[in-house]
């Protein structure tokens, strides 16, 4: 490391003042267009278990998107290999909620990051519980993994989503008309829509994710969440998926794997070194947070930390 990391984090955040602003707020769910677009939070958590923060770090956002990481581990402890039958691990090069690869694969989506592919790992995750059981289930998973009981759901932004998520309604009943969801289309959009509603601080999502910094147990719980293999291979799909079409340009500036979400907070990881969450809620044209993204192009710079070398 070359300067210290909370004075790399503060400078990062002072730097990047002038920026805040630019993108475009998601406003295709209702509840998420009144967040004020300058708002940028940044949480570092080394895998010492030490906090390095700056700016709004600890105020809860929509985590939306990167809830698709939680899902699919969770999924995976569920269902192991079989989960694979359900949804692929290829890089899909077209929008998060898009449906045109869904018709050549028949009902199979690329990966589990885009809304396809998490609407899939929703109907796993439902497997043997009512809506409400897995929701449940994936909320006490997210306070586990963060070691915060406080984490909740925010019940505004999953019914604003209800109410006007005809993308993820179209997405859902077609992989039903392959027969590719085992349970009615209502009760697997709500757990969706109900995981991508959880609200996080930057500080509790870098916490959440330290299980994967650390080959798969929380150095700070000392709780093995999974086998350091499964922490590697979610890891290689967050890098080659997490940020849809922008997966390549994310892999290139900033070399860490990373999940985004259209809340605008992305969660990455230096393997070995640190979980980092950072959120501003300006999206750029692939729907992931623009001065986000400059925040971890501007990090990994500094601390060295792209697993492509330094
Ligand atoms: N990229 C995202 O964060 C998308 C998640 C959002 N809940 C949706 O389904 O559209």
Redesign the pocket.
């Known amino acids: 490391m070359k300067d210290d990391l909370q004075a790399i984090v503060e400078d990062i955040h002072s730097k990047l003042q002038k920026r805040l602003g630019e993108g475009k707020v998601a406003d295709y769910?209702p509840q998420l267009a009144h967040v004020d677009p300058k708002k940028f939070g940044i949480a570092v958590v080394t895998v010492d278990g030490k906090v390095h923060s700056a700016g709004d770090c600890d105020e809860a956002f929509s985590i939306?998107?990167v809830s698709k990481v939680f899902t699919l581990t969770l999924a995976l402890g569920k269902h192991g290999e079989t989960t694979w039958n359900r949804v692929g691990r290829e890089p899909s090069g077209s929008a998060?909620?898009s449906i045109v690869q869904l018709e050549h694969e028949e009902g199979k989506p690329r990966n589990p990051f885009i809304?396809a592919g998490a609407i899939a790992v929703s109907d796993l995750v439902l497997a043997g519980h009512t809506p409400r059981e897995a929701i449940g289930e994936i909320l006490r998973f997210v306070r586990y993994l963060a070691d915060d009981e406080e984490i909740a759901i925010d019940p505004a932004v999953a019914k604003s989503?209800e109410a006007t998520?005809y993308r993820?309604f179209a997405l859902a009943n077609f992989m039903r008309s392959f027969g590719k969801l085992t349970h009615p289309v209502e009760h697997v959009l709500g757990v969706y829509?109900h995981h991508?509603a959880i609200a996080m601080t930057c500080t509790q999502l870098a916490r959440a994710g330290l299980f994967l910094a650390a080959n798969g147990c929380n150095p700070t719980t000392g709780h093995t969440v999974v086998s350091s293999q499964r922490a590697r291979r979610i890891n290689a799909l967050m890098l080659t998926c997490g940020h849809y079409d922008g997966s390549g340009e994310f892999a290139y500036r900033v070399g860490l794997p990373g999940k985004s979400?259209?809340?605008g907070g992305i969660m990455a990881v230096a393997p070995g070194r640190a979980s980092i969450a950072v959120w501003s809620p300006g999206l750029n044209h692939n729907?992931n947070s623009l001065v986000g993204s400059l925040a971890l192009e501007m990090l990994a710079d500094r601390t060295g930390w792209s697993v492509f070398g330094h």
């Open positions: 769910i939306q998107s998060f909620n809304n989503e998520g993820n829509f991508c979400g259209v809340g729907g």
